[in-house]
């Protein structure tokens, strides 16, 4: 086990012989699932394994994981493409990364000066060979590969009387991959998104 790892409740050493494994990321003092593995760089009462994330996965094995999931997390990572390709080598084949970003748009984003990268509709594929949006980026930088299963753009508002017509915004511009590229494209300078819901899966 690397120097820092605190592995609270010896689930690393039976891990891989595990039936099925779920690991939430970042998760703080609340769990969303109570079955999963929590790991934070800050202990709590939820954190299974105390690490820090942005020192690599390494004390997690190849292929050992089912699901990893984390809500509002990636955009604190200081370098992401170093923790995809960890997700993407810890994860069973077929095994899937879920999880919640803010999008670029969200005024709030900006309010946390911990924040170090924004996310917008494209942002996930630059891990895929497998694009479906009609505008590509590269996807042949790294050696790892991502099936993108879902991107869903969510608007949400905390002021109850606006939040009526986000619900009405987070159904018609996912309606389709078209509304929401022309919501990213055209919109999203008149109308903030909150966050991205999405789902890969290791191909």
């Known amino acids: ?15 891989k012989k595990s039936d099925f494994v779920v690991i939430e990321l970042g998760c703080g003092i609340a769990k969303k699932d109570k079955n999963s ?12 394994i105390v690490a820090d994330v942005n020192k690599g996965l390494g004390f997690l094995p190849d292929n ?5 999931y984390s809500s509002h997390f ?7 493409k170093n923790l995809m390709a960890e997700i993407h080598r810890i994860l069973k084949p077929g095994g899937k990364k879920k999880g919640l970003v803010p999008h670029f748009s969200n005024p709030y984003y900006y309010s946390d000066f911990t924040h170090k990268t924004p996310f917008g509709l ?57 509304m929401q590229e022309f919501y990213e494209g055209s919109l999203s300078f ?3 998104a909150h966050e991205i819901e999405f789902e890969l899966e290791k191909a």
Not at 1 to 15: H, Q, S, T, V, W
Not at 74 to 80: F, G, P, R, Y
Not at 151 to 174: C, G, H, L
């Open 122 to 178: 494209y942002s996930f594929s630059y891990f895929t060979n497998h694009q479906s949006f009609r505008r590509k980026v590269p996807g042949f930088y790294y050696d790892f590969n991502f099936k993108i299963n879902k991107i869903r753009i969510v608007f949400y508002s905390p002021f109850t009387w606006i939040n009526i017509f986000r619900k009405a915004f987070t159904i018609v511009f996912n309606s389709s991959w078209f």
């Open 74 to 80: 990636l955009e604190h990572v200081d370098n992401l």
């Open 190 to 192: 008149l109308i903030s």
């Open 37 to 48: 593995i929590g790991i934070d760089k800050v202990d709590s009462e939820a954190i299974d």
């Open 1 to 15: 086990m690397g120097a820092g790892i605190i592995d609270k409740k010896g689930i690393l050493p039976i891990l």
């Open 64 to 68: 050992s994981v089912d699901i990893i």
